[in-house]
């Protein structure tokens, strides 16, 4: 995802702040016990941290910390694998502390990934919380001032053959939950035209939309190309049901269509809406929708936490949920799905049509439809 690509701050703060020390009582050799920061004495008597620029690497066997490159006198002799052949145990185990601290000093400046040093190289680092990077580019750069700055998110949900590492899981979580922020998906190739003119529009606050690899679904495209913006904060029914509604974000509401198809066939008609929104949401259909059905489920490409928390936090707080309305969210499972293509993906993450229609067959107690749709 492209909002996952932001490089890691090339300086993060001093572990001890001044403004930490004011507001924890314990001093510092109790904040990071096992640690041996050096400290210099003010002129008043108290020992106070010297300041440090950046998260620093470490010795392993001597807790050294450094805000230079550390010294590495064998690490520098080592070109070629043949050069470890006639090294004793003590060189080998002093050449494996100074490739950690080595790796970790520049993981922690340059913001890299740890890569093939999994597993060899731990990276311990306490951070004052205000300073959250990478994701401060989107915190404070961008939110804090509502600079009209849009993120287009390519990538997102299942990506196939990208595997978890590409995966667009967790962006909602993470952009919706920032103030200021209006975040959207389409749920076909034409609702993406007509976001990026809607996000293109907004002049007074930050926005992004997510759309998925691969193709579209085939549906008309917009007049020469050029989207409509869209009324901020407002969805759409697409069919007009009873007793069941699913609400689908994004690209899941075609699983939602595909699954009402399957669901008409067995004599249940169902509502279907497109929320076009996460934030803001469309109070209006989410009232409307919670009100003239029993049954109402939330359907993403998305981890716990993104959309369908949202609807659920909207409808408690307003007593939606106090009634007799039954609230089902589905998401993508907490763990990695690995690659494979779109279809087999689905279905391990249980958001097909079919795991769709079976959801709604086990809430209304047909357990036996829902196990002939899933066979």
């Avoid at 209006?182 to 809607?198: G, Q, R, Y």
């Avoid at 008309?220 to 190309?225: A, E, I, R, S, T």
């Avoid at 949401?281 to 489920?297: F, G, M, P, T, Y």
Wanted: charged fraction near 20%; include cysteine; aromatic fraction near 6%.
């Amino acid at each position: 995802m492209a909002a996952s690509t932001l490089p890691f701050s090339c300086h993060l703060p001093a572990l001890l702040s001044s403004d930490l020390q004011k507001a924890s009582p314990l001093l510092p050799t109790q904040l990071f016990a096992g640690t041996d920061l050096p400290h210099h004495r003010h002129r008043h008597g108290f020992l106070t941290p010297r300041r440090r620029s950046c998260v620093c690497a470490s010795l392993s066997g001597t807790g050294e910390y450094f805000s230079q490159r550390p010294p590495t006198p064998l690490l520098d002799t080592v070109n070629y694998p043949i050069h470890m052949k006639n090294l004793s145990v003590k060189e080998l185990k002093q050449l494996a502390d100074e490739l950690r601290s080595d790796v970790i000093f520049h993981v922690s400046k340059t913001g890299g990934h740890l890569g093939s040093s999994l597993g060899v190289v731990e990276l311990t680092v306490a951070l004052h919380y205000v300073f959250n990077a990478p994701q401060d580019k989107i915190l404070w750069d961008v939110g804090h001032q509502k600079l009209p700055v849009r993120f287009a998110m390519d990538r997102a949900g299942l990506v196939g053959a990208d595997g978890p590492t590409h995966c667009g899981a967790f962006d909602v979580t993470y952009m919706a939950c920032l103030p200021n922020m209006i975040v959207m998906a389409p749920s076909d190739e034409a609702e993406l035209f007509h976001m990026v003119a809607t996000a293109a529009a907004i002049n007074d606050r930050p926005s992004c939309f997510r759309y998925p690899r691969g193709n579209g679904i085939g549906v008309p495209l917009p007049q020469g190309n050029k989207g409509v913006p869209l009324e901020i904060g407002k969805g759409r029914i697409l069919i007009e049901g009873e007793r069941v509604a699913l609400l689908g974000y994004g690209t899941a509401v075609q699983s939602c269509v595909a699954a009402a198809s399957l669901l008409e066939q067995r004599g249940l008609r169902v509502t279907v809406a497109d929320a076009r929104f996460c934030k803001p949401l469309d109070h209006a259909l989410i009232r409307n929708l919670s009100k003239s059905h029993q049954v109402l489920i939330t359907v993403e490409e998305g981890s716990i936490g993104g959309f369908g928390s949202h609807v659920a936090q909207f409808m408690a707080l307003n007593g939606l949920l106090d009634g007799t309305i039954k609230w089902r969210p589905l998401v993508l499972p907490d763990r990695y799905i690995e690659h494979g293509s779109p279809n087999d993906q689905l279905a391990e993450a249980g958001l097909t049509p079919s795991h769709v229609a079976a959801t709604v067959f086990n809430i209304l107690g047909q357990t036996r439809e829902a196990l002939e749709i899933m066979s």
